[in-house]
């Protein structure tokens, strides 16, 4: 089944037009077939449904699904010299909506699946491999429009020791509480994620130097206030680097702001922030 679902997902990933069309060719040849044969070929004409629904979505699914029906109507009923039988396109009819009613929920469960798995199941906010999708995207944006970006790393520190002086419910209350913070405080565009353990990414759009410092001060000044509201003994480091246009690596970018959070040995809760004119 997980084989099954992987498949589905892997063509998902194709134009949902290209995908429209392929259910939309396999029904143009079905109905040739069914025209030139005196079998019943009724359950072959769920299968452009399910192509359709499951790999274009919805809209595109019922448009191709009702053209579908009306085929199968056209050449098995309304072309057919004896007289249609209501009960039997009735039932027809009652099977075909059925199963379009099966294929639509099965679409809307693997999207939610989706995008459950794009989460973090302790945060809620997105997880490192959707971080990473979502960056890419917002960087071939940014470079399109030779926007500047800000990538930010912030590094947790003393959370471990934080379980083992406390326990592990304290932890988990500590990076839902900076989770949320960062979810009431960023922009609906702005791209964050916890990454690890204890650490976390984020990826700021279309903000100058400025604007990105002063965002990323406030969410350490939140954080900060909440640790000492909740005598929690967290130090919160932040590396991070403006740059003027996209950095074509990220993975390198990556490591550059990581390190920058880890730099100063000694000293704890700081904001370490650059600009590159690249």
């Not at 459950?116 to 945060?123: I, Q």
Request: a positive charge.
């Amino acid at each position: 089944m997980n084989q099954v679902v992987l498949l589905i997902q892997k063509f998902q990933k194709l134009p949902s037009w290209f995908n429209g069309l392929t259910a939309l060719f396999f029904l143009t040849v079905l109905c040739y077939i069914d025209s030139i044969t005196n079998f019943d070929l009724f359950i072959f004409y769920l299968i452009p449904v399910s192509l359709a629904i499951l790999l274009s979505g919805v809209r595109v699914g019922s448009a191709i699904s009702a053209l579908s029906l009306l085929a199968y109507w056209g050449i098995n009923y309304f072309a057919n010299p004896v007289d249609p039988h209501l009960w039997d396109a009735a039932s027809t009819t009652l099977v075909f909506a059925a199963f379009v009613g099966l294929n639509i929920k099965l679409y809307r469960l693997l999207q939610e699946n989706k995008r459950l798995k794009a989460k973090d199941d302790l945060t809620g906010i997105l997880n490192v491999q959707a971080f990473f999708r979502r960056a890419e995207e917002e960087l071939q944006r940014s470079h399109r429009y030779k926007r500047p970006v800000t990538l930010a790393y912030m590094d947790c520190s003393r959370l471990k020791q934080v379980k083992k002086e406390l326990n592990f419910k304290t932890e988990q209350q500590i990076l839902q509480n900076i989770a949320r913070i960062l979810k009431e405080n960023l922009r609906t565009t702005d791209i964050y994620a916890r990454i690890d353990e204890e650490n976390f990414l984020l990826l700021l759009p279309e903000v100058n130097a400025n604007g990105a410092k002063t965002a990323l001060q406030k969410i350490q000044s939140l954080i900060r206030l909440k640790s000492i509201a909740e005598n929690w003994p967290l130090e919160f480091n932040i590396g991070a680097i403006t740059f003027s246009q996209p950095p074509p690596n990220l993975k390198e970018a990556l490591a550059s702001v990581s390190s920058m959070a880890q730099v100063s040995e000694g000293t704890s809760n700081f904001l370490l922030h650059e600009q590159v004119y690249n």
